[in-house]
């Protein structure tokens, strides 16, 4: 590629919305262009790295013996009814009617056009088992699009379903999508690590997240460095029983009257002082109605200054109080991002959830304003489970670990992928089956699979930037090698040389761009260390009446010289 023919478009400061390190050079690089909140144009610098993220995924997914079909952006809200999905989705969902007024959703993922498409094509249990994949768009209306590409509502994930005759099938499967994932990341380049993921409803350890690691990952990681144990905060509190994990249970034993209180009631119940200051009362639970919840979060929100960060909010788990002084605070403890908070004082519903549990909270509970106390009938007071909130926050740093092999160390992660046991969860709502040996219908065994392939951009580069920009892994890099010649058009043999070493890094299948577009040599330096191309090759008059070229790597404090004959090799 030859710059003069690409599309580069740099930016000295970034925008004042920005607010990660990933968002903000994305920006600046004229990788991105923001439409509307949570929605990008990827421009030509950017879709090259979403085109190589993609390519790597595609090739291991193949490898893997996943089949690629492409389903619809659009889906009829039947096949989301047949799930309940339409229902308990939430606003999250974003829903469009056609011209006759017909209800669609736009797909934040597929599993029942797939579970559709199976029911229909797969009959005996000759075809199975069988893995279908797409790498499409996403749209999710997310409470709070924010970081860029990481929180977007419009986004790219490759999502891939898997169907086996049985739970040992399914196992099978979801283990060789552990792999290929574990491919993918190590093919990216980049430093991560697999963690067991609370799987809510279908319990057993049929749930894993991959993370990028970096310190401003919304997700905090358990993991023990002499074992093979790793799990997310969720997951980690499902540890055995401890003294303060008894003692919260007990607490926590009294049963309120369900229904509608008020605020004052479900204080005194708490046994808090309820002040003027209470605006409402959350309950926030990953339980559905009948089921027992294993967590559960009371948040007494206090009135602020109607600004985010003013808003004190305390929690009382059990009869222990906490109080957070800011948001970021929530977000340390729920160990994610809360949803949005307030504004407080409206008669709007208050809802405070962390994302990841959304899915699993079909009933949570919100105190809608200052008196009126909603829940529906959580089974909650009652045979609680050992982990509590309060384990939660008692997961820390040098606690022994729960395989005896060592004490744990936390460590923060950018959720990149997430793979499931499903299970019959989708296959029995809308009836999957195929015929065993027998001739006999049997419920289809699904897992889902998923990457957030746009997400890797701003993870990647929350992993790897310096102050002068980002650095990609090679697999990544929108170009490999960047040739900076000193006076393209002004030296014939810097021409011939620039000329003759791009023709042979191409022919040499190097992703390499040349920068011709005469651009003084300070403002071209800087454009590619913001771009964060790996490898830069300076080709100067001076240099080739020594015989030599410059080389520098992105990570590199000083040049190399290196032949002009060796220079390929060298790259390679
Ligand atoms: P999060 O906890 O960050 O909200 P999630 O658990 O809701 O993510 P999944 O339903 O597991 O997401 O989707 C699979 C993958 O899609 C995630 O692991 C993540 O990489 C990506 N993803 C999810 N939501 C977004 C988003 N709003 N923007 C970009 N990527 C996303
Ligand atoms: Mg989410
Ligand atoms: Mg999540
Ligand atoms: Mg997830």
Same mark, same amino acid.
């Given at each position: 590629m030859?710059?003069?023919r ?12 920005a ?7 994305m920006?600046?690089a ?13 421009? #030509? ?6 085109? %190589? ?10 490898k893997?013996g996943a ?26 969902l ?5 011209r ?40 999710? !209306?997310e409470?709070?699009? /924010?970081?860029?590409?990481? /929180?977007?509502?419009?986004?790219t ?9 049985d739970?040992?099938g ?12 574990t ?15 609370? $799987? ?23 993991y &023990? ?6 799990? $997310? ?5 499902a540890l055995? #029983?401890?003294?303060t ?8 034993? %009294? ?7 008020? &605020? ?13 200051? @209470?605006?409402?009362?959350v ?6 109605e ?6 559960q ?10 600004e985010? $960060? ?6 009382? +788990? ?11 605070e ?10 949005y ?11 405070? @959830?962390a994302?990841?549990?959304?899915? *699993?909270m079909?009933?949570f509970? &919100?105190? *809608?304003?200052?008196?009126?106390f909603?829940?529906?009938?959580v ?18 740093e040098?606690?022994?670990?729960? !395989? ?6 936390i ?15 989708y ?20 897992? &889902?699979?998923?990457?957030? @392939? ?8 929350e992993? $790897? ?9 090679? +697999? ?23 000329d003759r ?5 191409? +022919?040499?299948?190097v ?7 005469g ?7 800087a ?8 490898? /830069? ?10 015989? %030599?070229?410059?080389?520098?790597? /992105? ?5 190399? +010289?290196?032949? #002009?004959?060796?220079?390929? *090799?060298?790259i390679?």
């Open positions: 030859r710059a003069s690409f599309f580069i478009s740099t930016l000295k400061e970034a925008p004042s919305d607010e990660v390190v990933s968002h903000k050079l920006m600046r004229g990788m991105i262009k923001r439409i509307g909140s949570g929605i990008y144009t990827y421009m #030509p610098m950017g879709l090259r790295i979403i085109r %190589k993220v993609e390519n790597i995924i595609r090739e291991e997914m193949d893997a089949i690629e079909l492409l389903m619809p952006l659009v889906q009829p809200a039947e096949l989301w009814q047949e799930t309940g999905r339409w229902d308990k989705m939430g606003p999250e974003m829903r469009v009617k056609d006759h007024g017909r209800d669609f959703a736009i797909q934040p993922t597929s599993e029942e056009v797939i579970t559709d498409v199976v029911r229909t094509e797969i009959k005996s249990y000759r075809q199975l088992p069988v893995n279908f994949y797409h790498v499409q768009t996403k749209f999710r !209306d409470r709070r699009p /924010r970081f860029g590409l990481m /929180r977007g509502r419009e986004f994930m490759k999502d891939a379903y898997s169907f086996d005759r739970v040992e399914l196992k099978k499967s979801y283990a060789i999508m552990f792999d290929a994932y491919k993918i990341f190590n093919r990216f380049g980049l430093q991560f690590r697999a963690v067991a993921a609370d $799987n809510g409803a279908i319990g057993g350890s049929g749930s894993h997240e991959f993370h990028v690691i970096a310190d401003t990952g919304e997700d905090a990681l358990v &023990c460095p002499t074992s093979d144990y790793a799990a $997310n905060m969720e997951a980690a509190a055995p #029983p401890t003294t994990r008894a003692a919260a249970t007990q607490a926590l034993t %009294k049963t309120p009257t369900p229904g509608k209180q008020r &605020c004052e009631d479900v204080a005194a119940f708490l046994n808090v002082p309820l002040t003027q200051n @209470v605006k409402s009362i309950l926030v639970t990953e339980a559905k009948g089921e027992v919840a294993t967590k979060v009371w948040l007494l929100l206090l009135r602020g200054d109607h985010l $960060n003013e808003v004190k909010a305390s929690k009382v +788990a059990g009869l222990a109080e906490f109080r957070f002084a800011s948001e970021s929530i977000v340390e403890w729920f160990g994610s991002t809360p949803g908070l307030g504004p407080i004082g409206t008669k709007k519903p208050v809802n405070i @959830v994302d990841h549990t959304v899915a *699993a079909s009933d509970i &919100c105190g *809608a304003n200052d008196v009126d909603h829940y529906t009938g089974n909650w007071g009652r045979d609680l489970p050992e982990a509590t909130v309060a384990d939660l926050r008692n997961v820390v040098g606690d022994p670990s729960p !395989d005896g092999k060592g004490t744990l160390a460590q923060r992660g950018i959720e990149v992928g997430h793979v499931f046991q499903l299970g019959t969860r296959s029995q709502d809308m009836k999957a089956t195929f015929l065993d040996e027998n001739g006999k219908p049997q419920p289809i065994q699904m897992g &889902c699979y998923g990457i957030g @392939v746009t997400r890797i951009l701003g993870a990647a580069i992993q $790897n930037f310096d102050d002068k920009g980002i650095i990609w892994p090679t +697999a990544l890099a929108p170009f490999e090698v960047v040739i900076c010649p000193m006076g393209y058009d002004r030296s014939e043999a810097v021409k011939a040389e620039v070493l791009y023709a042979e890094l191409t +022919a040499a299948g992703d390499v761009i040349l920068d011709d577009r651009e003084r040599p300070g403002a071209m330096f454009d590619w260390e913001l771009i964060g191309v790996p490898h /830069r090759i300076v080709i100067g008059d001076r240099g080739l009446k020594e015989g %030599k070229l410059e080389y520098q790597g /992105r990570r590199d404090t000083e040049a190399t +010289a290196v032949a #002009p004959a060796e220079m390929v *090799a060298f390679q």
